[in-house]
């Protein structure tokens, strides 16, 4: 069965320090990941998928398959990165399964 | 429309009424998910849509909850004899086929009491 973790619940960070959130997956072929963001207020939005390999303000996440990870990392924060953050999988025909979230808190 | 837009934004219902959530998905795209937030969870997947029909239903809490997709389009998702454990924001969300990104409505929040 497909599964997402997302170990840390809350993650306080100070701006301009690097930031990394973890997601881990359990899937058996071959999955898309995604990140998606939930600012305060505001809709869930996509931050970026696996195979775009982009950049998206600043964030980058790389699909290791060995480890089944899909980390999300960015190397200094801003406090306008404070938002709730979900990692996501999924694969043909399937729905999308997202893990627990991580809210990340970027303090001054 | 420009996104995917759900209805009503907010409901309050008494326990014990039935209540259907509306949600348009945004034009041409073939797959539909519903999704529910509860305060201070994540995402709970409820149902999936491939065009009208419903290849995942796995998620639906029980059998107080149905949902139905017509023309493509439209779906809503009636919850019959609500309890207090309704309560949450219910998110759709479509894309424009398997595996491409998905678009999320603002959502409904639903409180029964």
């Known amino acids: 069965a497909q599964r997402v973790t997302q170990p840390e619940k809350l993650l306080s960070v100070f701006k301009g320090a690097p930031v990394e959130l973890k997601c881990n997956y359990s899937y058996s072929g071959s999955p898309e990941l995604f990140w998606y963001v939930q600012y305060s207020r505001q809709r869930l939005q996509l931050l970026l998928r696996?195979?775009s390999r982009e950049s998206i303000k600043g964030f980058t996440a790389d699909l290791n398959k060995g480890e089944t990870s899909f980390h999300l990392k960015k190397p200094f924060a801003q406090e306008e990165d404070s938002a709730m953050y979900y990692c996501?999988?999924?694969?043909?025909?399937?729905?999308?399964?997202f893990g627990p979230g991580t809210r990340l808190s970027v303090l001054p | 429309g420009a996104g995917v837009s759900q209805s009503p934004s907010n409901k309050v219902t008494e326990k014990g009424k039935d209540v259907e959530l509306r949600c348009d998905p945004i034009?041409?795209?073939?797959?539909l998910y519903w999704y529910r937030q509860s305060l201070g969870q994540g995402l709970e997947f409820l149902i999936y849509f491939q065009g009208n029909s419903a290849p995942d239903k796995s998620g639906l809490p029980s059998d107080r909850f149905s949902a139905e997709r017509t023309g493509g389009s439209v779906s809503t998702l009636t919850i019959q004899r609500t309890q207090q454990e309704d309560s949450a924001v219910y998110l759709c969300?479509?894309?424009?086929?398997?595996?491409?990104?998905?678009?999320f409505g603002q959502g409904t929040r639903l409180t029964v009491v």
């Open positions: 034009s041409g795209h073939t797959a």
């Open positions: 996501a999988l999924t694969s043909y025909g399937q729905n999308f399964v």
């Open positions: 696996h195979i």
């Open positions: 969300a479509s894309s424009r086929d398997r595996n491409t990104e998905a678009f």
